[in-house]
């Protein structure tokens, strides 16, 4: 993948020079850091859907999944301030908040997954739970999709073949479509069983975001099953399907029918607070657990577990599953509408308020460039969106779970003029 | 190193099931989880140097790092609510707070160290360091101290020899005394040459913490040098020394007259916010940031960077870094008085408030029963340490940097009770 939405320093409109803060920016950052747009925006203030950049302008947020339950939540924020002017220690004194946590979240999963470890991003959840699968496997293979990204530290970068493209990921990793063929699952186990590595396991985005979105259920079940019977593990990487984006329940996995062994979690479940999580089977967990001592100073601390309590507490109280079940079944109807007839639209899928849109050429071909162009003239219009897919030319729709009928109606008003610019 | 303060369930008084809390805590997050003390601690409240557990009895924080600038301290959380209230988005929106952080960070650090990245623990900035090497170095070798901690993601548990013994690194780690000979860094080097692995980095601890606290200036140099001609680059990991501890200035590595290539900070960042960066000089980390657009998702973020710039002012308009010379002086001089003519006590040793102290057995041998029982019983008078080193004897004495004259006297008074009923 190409991230079609991620400058370099120089795609900025007029350089990184024409703006000071951006050439400060640079300066002490590096060149590691890139930001959205051809226009940086700089952002300023947040509430809602709604974020206000430097000059007062508003923007509609349809794009960011970290301020799940909203930007600047009043009820996350109590929470937060009460507990960091209490007491923010770590688990290594007792502290109730990370028991009554876990035992709510775990309340939410399947019954066989009955454990749960705290980390600070999804990297360190998928991480450590590579770690369990080797040490429960004896196994090291790893199974990801093709433009899979699973996060930043050296073991998950090389199961993210985003990130340096798929002969970019270790030896010990495999891909494939995110269609999960059965042939190409066999050829992958038995490949993985001839060159030593074994099999671990398979880790998957139940959404495939990274890919593309990909929300056609229990497409998972039959490779799982495959997967299992080589000895390997399932690990669920929920950091974007994940506390209710796809409208059908709090995890991605779900839709699948099946029963993840690890479950991986992160980005919205404190609201942009650094907390993350991976969910276990005991009897997976066990080997690792019993053998490392694992430590995270800052994870599950209780500034951390209150942020993530009061997320659960807006999702149930706001009903945000069934709203992103409905407002984003009402966002979807209303793409196809407008996708109909227009031959640079193809298919517009997703699940509850995570929509994918492809952009074509006009000839049924992935348009990179146009996609790219469509991103930056909606951000001109206030709207934030993004690409994904292995060919850059898919809209990325993943606004707060807080959405409204109304943002929907603002979001296509502007989605429509501006593929309405596109036909000139 | 054996953890001597980290209990297995088994080691809890009156086993898990005498407690509800620890019984529900060990039944949902598994056996990786372990509580300090046979008597673990449960902890309600925080204020400076002061905690307290849920029957009201107050405890002297002398082992905390991580709310360096004092629990709950008001001006941090300020901060943090304001910043809260307004937003927080990520690194791809310009934002202000995360430039001028960086600025102010970067003019405390020597000039070529002039670019930084962030993340969210200091096992994530050592990972990324770890990489950043590897790739400008084209060698992936590693020395490191045969007590080394630097955290727990896959890449730093391989360089971390305190969690699976010496044997337990990886096959490209070397490991050396934290007194740095010189003919065992020219042998590590020479097998690190021999094996193909080539030598990336050495990566210390700048005081050297879980090696048993070693204050002495000027040991890193020689090391540096000779890693240096080999083609490796020196990794300070400043998780634990950085932002003043020492007393003799921000970062531990200045008292060994070496400017890093790269430098790791966590833990006191932003009292007890998930927040770690790692600084570089901008030609070493140019090949990595050049290809690979690491992205943090919480890295960086406004309320991150709003809760590390509240810890800079504390530490300035507080003089932390100055009390921490004085007041951990005087600390370091009282307990060198009551070690006199002690059989039961070693060297005494630390830097600011860092401090360590060995516990023999009468006859001068290290004795790590005793360590136990002396922290045990130091918990039971309402003053919280721990131990560390390879024999697991030496009293890690580490307290917020607020610590006061009147804490060290609460402090010495306590220890010497403890003291004379060792006698006994």
Not at 169 to 179: I, K, L, N
Request: charged content about 20%.
């Amino acid at each position: 993948m190409t991230f079609s939405n991620i400058m370099d320093s120089n795609s900025y409109q007029g350089g990184p020079g024409a703006d000071p803060l951006i050439e400060a920016r640079s300066t002490v950052l590096g060149p590691a850091y890139r930001l959205f747009y051809e226009r940086p925006v700089h952002l300023v203030r947040g509430q809602g859907t709604k974020l206000y950049d430097a000059d007062g302008r508003e923007y509609l947020d349809a794009y960011n999944n970290v301020a799940s339950v909203g930007h600047c939540h009043p009820h996350v924020i109590d929470a937060v301030t009460r507990q960091l002017n209490t007491l923010n220690t770590h688990t290594r004194y007792l502290h109730e908040s990370i028991v009554e946590y876990s035992q709510r979240l775990l309340a939410g999963m399947p019954a066989e997954i009955n454990q749960v470890m705290y980390a600070c991003t999804g990297s360190e959840a998928n991480d450590l739970a590579l770690r369990v699968a080797a040490m429960y496997t004896g196994a090291t293979g790893v199974i990801v999709t093709h433009e899979a990204y699973h996060g930043n530290t050296e073991a998950v970068t090389a199961i993210s073949p985003s990130m340096g493209g798929r002969a970019g990921v270790g030896t010990h990793v495999r891909t494939v479509s995110a269609q999960l063929g059965r042939d190409e699952i066999a050829a992958a186990i038995a490949d993985l069983q001839d060159s030593g590595h074994g099999v671990s396991a398979l880790v998957v985005d139940t959404i495939f975001s990274s890919d593309g979105i990909y929300p056609d259920p229990f497409v998972l079940a039959p490779a799982v099953a495959a997967v299992r019977a080589a000895g390997g593990v399932l690990i669920a990487d929920e950091v974007q399907p994940g506390f209710g984006r796809t409208g059908a329940g709090m995890w991605g996995f779900t839709r699948h029918g099946v029963v993840p062994d690890l479950v991986t979690m992160g980005k919205p479940m404190a609201n942009g607070m650094p907390v993350s999580a991976m969910a276990a089977r005991a009897e997976v967990l066990a080997r690792f657990a019993d053998r490392v001592p694992y430590f995270n100073t800052f994870g599950g601390n209780p500034v951390s577990m209150a942020a993530a309590a009061a997320v659960l507490d807006v999702i149930e109280d706001q009903r945000l599953i069934s709203n992103a079940a409905t407002v984003g079944g009402d966002l979807r109807a209303e793409l196809t509408r407008l996708a109909a007839g227009n031959p640079r639209v193809g298919q517009v899928r997703g699940a509850g308020l995570y929509i994918g849109m492809e952009v074509l050429d006009g000839a049924g071909a992935p348009d990179r460039e146009t996609a790219r162009w469509i991103i930056n003239a909606m951000r001109e219009r206030g709207v934030l969106i993004s690409v994904c897919g292995a060919d850059g030319n898919v809209l990325k729709i993943r606004p707060p779970l807080v959405f409204s009928m109304s943002d929907v109606d603002r979001f296509i008003a502007e989605l429509t003029a501006v593929l309405a610019s596109l036909d000139k």
